[in-house]
């Protein structure tokens, strides 16, 4: 049996962990996001080219992406407290350097190795909640994605208020002491926790599973810059696609499977992962070419439509730590399901706004999104709750995986269909009825798997 990660003599003492668990949630995914509105000063300040540019918004993304599923690996089989803790040493560290690069290739190779601690970091997060009751591990993973929801949100009003009024390498400087803040929270509350000691890793899937996920990642972020009928994105279409079927194949075969394909037999495990990759394909998809409407069809200034986003992060602190109740009335199918129901339907209502519309017609639709979007929080907890305890940080990898993976895709789906439309405000529209068809499949499956 695993060792238990924390065992709180009260429901108070569980807090501290859940401190950890945000913020360790927030600031990863922060990264994702806050450095986008100072590429421009990047590129003054370091005399970058548009592709060095396009590695330091990315870079991050490819190795997080990639190297997630061996991340949650390497907690279970090493220890989830030794994982987060080395995580979260490398992110810092990294962070460092990056906001002391004086070149644009130290910048690149700072944000690579920042990736590499958040693979370690977000499994290890969710995995440390597994040995709770379920309400405690409820409340942990609705902190963790609130967290994550809320960083993604604000990470371009962070970024672009750092930049202006400071300076951009405190887009990463300010991870530092967040960092060291988190690491010393978590050695003093996050217990060790991990499978038998028998336990090894499956090194060919680890590397199989690096190979689909990296590939995966370059050919979303960069398929419509190059083509994607290009060679060089055939190729990693094609090496994700073989390196997908090698996977499949290793973990069938392996005696101890970095993934236990078995997993996904369990129904409140793998509908949790679909519905999870549903409405990321949706709202993560359409994140990416708000601000531009704003900007460009409601006429908002920069500032303004950053702020748009803040009311949706504010919205989900504030709605997280009333949904363990509603869970409790409605039970997790039914909360999840009326939580994407609303973001579909925010989602909707902006897809009918248009020049001379402003925040009187925008802000009902991104409360409703913004409630919506706490009211998923459950999720996470079926997943975790759907699996033993000793795979915990795989499952948090794949769940974890499933949140990133599908934001590129809908990135790349919502640019076809914005791409394809005789104007953006219309692409746009279009997009947004698509994503939210996306999301009301979500809460469909929702439904059926966690009941």
Not at 334 to 363: H, I, Q, Y
Not at 409 to 438: C, D, K, M, N, R
Request: aromatic content about 8%.
């Amino acid at each position: 049996m695993a060792q238990s990660v924390l065992q709180p003599a009260s429901g108070a003492r569980v807090w501290p962990l859940f401190l950890v668990v945000g913020l360790a949630g927030f600031v990863t995914t922060l990264d994702n996001t806050v450095v986008t509105v100072a590429l421009p000063t990047i590129r003054d300040d370091l005399g970058a080219s548009l592709a060095a540019l396009e590695w330091v918004a990315t870079g991050y993304i490819m190795t997080f992406a990639g190297l997630m599923l061996a991340g949650g690996r390497l907690a279970d089989v090493y220890g989830r407290r030794k994982a987060l803790v080395t995580g979260l040493a490398t992110f810092t560290a990294a962070s460092l350097a990056a906001g002391l690069a004086t070149t644009i290739q130290l910048l690149v190779a700072a944000r690579l190795v920042q990736g590499v601690g958040a693979a370690l970091i977000l499994p290890a997060t969710l995995a440390v909640l597994a040995g709770k009751d379920g309400r405690q591990r409820s409340a942990g993973v609705a902190v963790w994605m609130a967290s994550g929801a809320a960083a993604l949100a604000l990470g371009p009003v962070v970024g672009g208020y750092l930049s202006q009024h400071a300076h951009w390498s405190w887009v990463f400087l300010i991870n530092v002491p967040a960092g060291l803040a988190v690491i010393a929270l978590a050695l003093a509350v996050v217990r060790e926790s991990k499978e038998p000691s028998a336990a090894r890793v499956d090194l060919p899937g680890v590397v199989t599973s690096a190979v689909v996920l990296a590939a995966g990642t370059f050919t979303l972020i960069h398929g419509a810059e190059y083509g994607w009928t290009s060679p060089l994105i055939v190729a990693t279409a094609a090496a994700c696609a073989l390196g997908a079927v090698a996977f499949v194949m290793v973990e069938r075969r392996a005696a101890e499977p970095m993934v236990d394909l078995a997993l996904f037999g369990a129904r409140a495990f793998t509908g949790g992962v679909v519905a999870q990759v549903l409405w990321g394909l949706g709202v993560n998809g359409v994140f990416f070419y708000t601000a531009i409407f704003l900007q460009g069809v409601l006429g908002f200034s920069p500032t303004a439509s950053g702020l748009a986003f803040v009311p949706l992060a504010l919205l989900v602190v504030a709605v997280t730590p009333l949904v363990p109740f509603v869970e409790r009335r409605l039970g997790a199918a039914r909360t999840v399901a009326a939580g994407l129901v609303m973001v579909a339907t925010g989602m909707a209502a902006v897809a009918f706004l248009g020049p001379g519309d402003g925040w009187g017609e925008l802000l009902p639709a991104v409360c409703a999104i913004g409630v919506g979007s706490a009211l998923t929080m459950p999720l996470g907890s079926a997943v975790l709750g759907a699996v033993p305890e000793g795979r915990a940080g795989v499952a948090g990898g794949v769940f974890t995986v499933g949140r990133e993976i599908s934001g590129l895709f809908g990135i790349a789906a919502i640019g076809v269909i914005v791409q394809a439309a005789e104007t953006f405000a219309g692409g746009y529209s279009a997009g947004l009825l698509v994503a939210a068809v996306l999301v009301l499949a979500g809460a469909l499956v929702s439904v059926v798997s966690l009941s």
